[in-house]
T-cell receptor
Framework: GQQVMQIPQYQHVQEGEDFTTYCNSS?????IQWYKQRPGGHPVFLIQ?????EVKKQKRLTFQFGEAKKNSSLHITATQTTDVGTYFC??????????FGTGTRLKVLA | KAGVTQTPRYLIKTRGQQVTLSCSPI?????VSWYQQTPGQGLQFLFE???????NKGNFPGRFSGRQFSNSRSEMNVSTLELGDSALYLC??????????????FGPGTRLTVL
């Protein structure tokens, strides 16, 4: 079945350093979404990417969708303590079912 | 707009019992998805409902079932509970199938503990 892998599983960074998480799907995706889950909270939608090679920015966050629509990345520039949480990608193949990646837990050391 | 609500927030059951969890989506959303979240397995898709019809189902045993009502509220049921069913159960509402942007809005979840 369809699988979505995400690396790394954990990342500790010093405040001010950059952070990147990568997402790889075993199948071509119609779109991919990214979510952030704070400790003790629920996933919160960040963005959706639809087009091949698409790049979107939200302040310090940059999201990319691969040319083959099978991989994606989230890059955070100059991390802050408010960036702490687990970042998930969720891939959609058009069957009313999102497959979530395993998540990357980010810790930011002040 | 009111957010997604889930009840109850916490539940403790014993093995062999059954449980019903409830989810009220955002007004206007007709798609409701359910996920099981555990530390080891991450977010696993259970099923998705749209206008009272199940459109997809994840790889869970038949003990896990769900339904959706005409007002889009959804329930999921787990029968013959096992210790491994202990998890956070999340419901997400969206306009999937209604609009191109299918942002999922998650509820706070129901924390189920099976003893």
């Amino acid at each position: 079945g369809q699988q979505v892998m995400q690396i790394p599983q954990y990342q500790h960074v010093q405040e001010g350093e950059d952070f990147t998480t990568y997402c790889n799907s075993s199948t071509t995706l119609s779109n991919i979404q990214w979510y952030k889950q704070r400790p003790g909270g629920h996933p919160v939608f960040l963005i959706q990417l639809v087009k091949s090679g698409e790049v979107k920015k939200q302040k310090r966050l940059t999201f990319q969708f691969g040319e083959a629509k099978k991989n994606s990345s989230l890059h955070i520039t100059a991390t802050q303590t408010t960036d702490v949480g687990t970042y998930f990608c969720a891939g959609y193949s058009g069957t009313y079912k999102y497959i979530f990646g395993t998540g990357t837990r980010l810790k930011v050391l002040a | 707009k009111a957010g997604v609500t889930q009840t109850p927030r916490y539940l403790i059951k014993t093995r062999g019992q059954q449980v019903t969890l409830s989810c009220s989506p955002i007004s206007g959303h007709r798609s409701v998805s359910w996920y099981q979240q555990t530390p080891g397995q991450g977010l696993q898709f259970l099923f998705e409902y749209f206008s009272e019809t199940q459109r997809n189902k994840g790889n869970f045993p038949g003990r896990f079932s769900g339904r959706q009502f005409s007002n889009s509220r959804s329930e999921m049921n787990v029968s013959t509970l096992e210790l491994g069913d202990s998890a956070l159960y999340l419901c997400a509402s969206s306009s999937l199938g209604q609009e191109p942007n299918n942002e999922q809005f998650f509820g706070p979840g129901t924390r189920l503990t099976v003893l």
